[in-house]
């Protein structure tokens, strides 16, 4: 069974470009979710779907980040214009529905990540 | 609502044990470890659903207290593949990972 996936795995741009990362979750997991690790500080939450519906978004720093999730499968997280202070590792990770795992908490299993350098 | 592990750092010789702490200022009703080797995407552990209740994974363990709103994770016998940094996490309607925890394990 393949992984989560990300592309690119890095990308720099100049500050004020758009960059867009994209994340294909593990087959058949309704959950997905995006975090930044910003100067090997904590890992924040971004965004969490559940299919294409976005769960909970209170992780995004401002409107310059826009994810989505059409059709439930593969999303992307569109940063546009970048600033310098958005460079960081973005991973994202899926899981299973939570009714699939009798309600409890799951494991969240993660990408390699995107190291994206805003100059 | 951040989590805060201690400590911050730490580093082994191969062969020594260590323990991990995790804390919270609110209520835990699960608790999640990860490891992140540097360069790499975090890996699952384990996860803790009940008070008290314990998880290994090899020579790898974990205590959750409910009460005390505290994991801890144990490493025994430290090998130089444990070495990176351990996050513990938890739901608190988002997720939260841990503030976490550079593990250094040299021969």
């Known amino acids: 069974e393949a992984g989560v996936t990300q592309f690119p795995s890095h990308s720099v741009i100049e500050k004020g470009q758009t960059v867009t990362l994209r994340c294909d979750p593990i087959?058949?997991?309704?959950?997905l979710y995006w975090y930044r690790r910003v100067m090997g500080k904590e890992i924040k939450f971004l965004l969490h779907?559940?299919?294409?519906?976005?769960?909970?978004e209170s992780g995004m720093p401002n409107n310059r980040f826009l994810a989505e999730r059409t059709g439930g499968t593969y999303s992307t997280l569109k940063v546009q214009p970048a600033e310098l202070e958005d460079s960081g590792v973005y991973f994202c990770?899926?899981?299973?529905?939570?009714?699939?795992?009798?309600?409890?908490?799951?494991?969240?299993?993660f990408g390699p990540g995107t190291r994206l350098t805003v100059t | 609502q951040q989590p805060v592990q201690s400590p911050q750092a730490v580093i082994l010789r191969e062969g020594e044990d260590a323990v991990i702490n995790c804390s919270s200022s609110?209520?835990?009703?699960?608790v999640h470890w990860y490891r992140q080797k540097h360069g790499e995407a975090p890996v699952f552990l384990m996860i803790?659903?009940?008070?008290?209740e314990q998880k290994g994974h090899e020579k790898i363990s974990a205590s959750f207290n409910e009460k005390k709103q505290q994991s801890s994770l144990y490493l025994t016998a430290s090998q130089l593949s444990y070495s990176g940094t351990y996050f513990c996490?938890?739901?608190?309607?988002?997720?939260?990972f841990g503030t976490g925890t550079s593990l250094t394990v040299i021969p």
């Open positions: 087959s058949g997991h309704d959950n």
């Open positions: 990770a899926s899981s299973q529905d939570r009714r699939k795992t009798s309600g409890r908490s799951y494991e969240q299993y």
């Open positions: 779907f559940v299919k294409e519906s976005k769960q909970d």
């Open positions: 803790l659903l009940k008070g008290g």
């Open positions: 609110k209520a835990l009703y699960s």
């Open positions: 996490g938890t739901e608190y309607g988002q997720f939260y």
